[in-house]
C-alpha cells in the first residue's frame, strides 16, 4: 500500500520568501507522484506531478517538486512566495499496477503567506 | 474549470435520511472517482469507476453506493445518514488508468442535522 506523509500542517512565509512544502512517501514500487491546491471553498487543483523520466518537475504559478528515490521524498519548492499563493497543499500517491489509479492524499499543508 | 461537474453545491438534510450526489466528468474522461473531505478524517478515497465498471474501492460505507451510467455520469448515494456523514464530497475524473491525473470538481457540501 502506498501513502504520504505531509510534515507541517501549516507553514508560514513572507511575501518574496521561499516556500518549501515536504512530502514523504511510501511505495513498495515507483509511485506516482503529485501535488495538488485547494482554495476556499473550490476543488483541488493540479499543481504537478512526477511518473517517469527527469526528476526536477516544474507545474504552475511557478512551483517545482524534485523526485529523490533515496530520500522518498517529493517537496514542492516555489522561490518567491506571493500572497495568492495562500491555500492548502496536497500531496498525493498513487500506483503504477492495475485496478486504478486512485490517488492517496496526505493530510495537507496550509500555506500562510504574510506581508 | 476542471470540467467535472457536480450536483448539488450544497445539500442539507436530516439524520436518517438518503440523498444522491451527482457528477458529470470531463468530456471524454471514462473515470470517475470519489472522495470524501473532512476535518478529522482528511481526504479518504471512496470508490473509482471506469467506463462502467467498478474498478476499485476504498473507504466507502456500506450505507454508501454509487454507479456509473453509459453516458459516464456518476452518482453516490448516501443512506442512513449519520451526523458524521458530514463532509465534502469530491468527484473526480480522468481519461484512463494509470498515470493521467485526476481533475476534480468542487464539490458537494453535505450537512447533516
Known amino acids: 500500500a502506498q501513502s504520504v506523509t505531509q510534515l507541517g500542517s501549516h507553514v508560514s512565509v513572507s511575501e518574496g520568501a521561499l516556500v518549501l512544502l515536504r512530502c514523504n512517501y511510501s511505495?513498495?514500487?515507483?509511485?506516482?507522484l503529485f501535488w495538488y491546491v485547494q482554495y476556499p471553498n473550490q476543488g483541488l487543483q493540479l499543481l504537478l506531478k512526477?511518473?517517469?523520466?527527469?526528476?526536477l518537475v516544474k507545474g504552475i504559478n511557478g512551483f517545482e517538486a524534485e523526485f529523490k528515490k533515496s530520500e522518498t521524498s517529493f517537496h514542492l519548492t516555489k522561490p518567491s512566495a506571493h500572497m495568492s499563493d495562500a491555500a492548502e497543499y496536497f500531496c498525493?500517491?498513487?500506483?503504477?499496477?492495475?485496478?486504478?489509479?486512485?490517488?492517496?492524499f496526505g493530510t495537507g499543508t496550509q500555506l500562510k503567506v504574510e506581508l | 474549470d476542471s470540467g467535472v461537474t457536480q450536483t448539488p453545491k450544497h445539500l442539507i438534510t436530516a439524520t436518517g435520511q438518503r440523498v444522491t450526489l451527482r457528477c458529470s466528468p470531463r468530456?471524454?474522461?471514462?473515470?470517475v472517482y470519489w472522495y470524501q473531505q473532512s476535518l478529522d478524517q482528511g481526504l479518504q478515497f471512496l470508490i473509482q469507476?471506469?467506463?462502467?465498471?467498478?474498478?476499485a474501492k476504498g473507504n466507502i460505507l456500506e450505507r454508501f453506493s454509487a454507479q456509473q451510467f453509459p453516458d459516464l455520469h456518476s452518482e453516490l448515494n448516501l443512506s442512513s445518514l449519520e451526523l458524521g456523514d458530514s463532509a465534502l464530497y469530491f468527484c473526480?475524473?480522468?481519461?484512463?488508468?494509470?498515470?493521467?491525473?485526476?481533475?476534480f470538481g468542487n464539490g458537494t457540501r453535505l450537512t447533516v442535522t
Open positions: 511505495s513498495s514500487v515507483p509511485p506516482y
Open positions: 512526477y511518473t517517469t523520466g527527469a526528476t
Open positions: 473526480a475524473s480522468s481519461p484512463r488508468e494509470g498515470s493521467s491525473p485526476l481533475h
Open positions: 469507476y471506469y467506463n462502467g465498471e467498478e474498478r
Open positions: 498525493a500517491v498513487s500506483g503504477r499496477t492495475g485496478g486504478g489509479n486512485k490517488l492517496t
Open positions: 468530456s471524454g474522461d471514462l473515470s
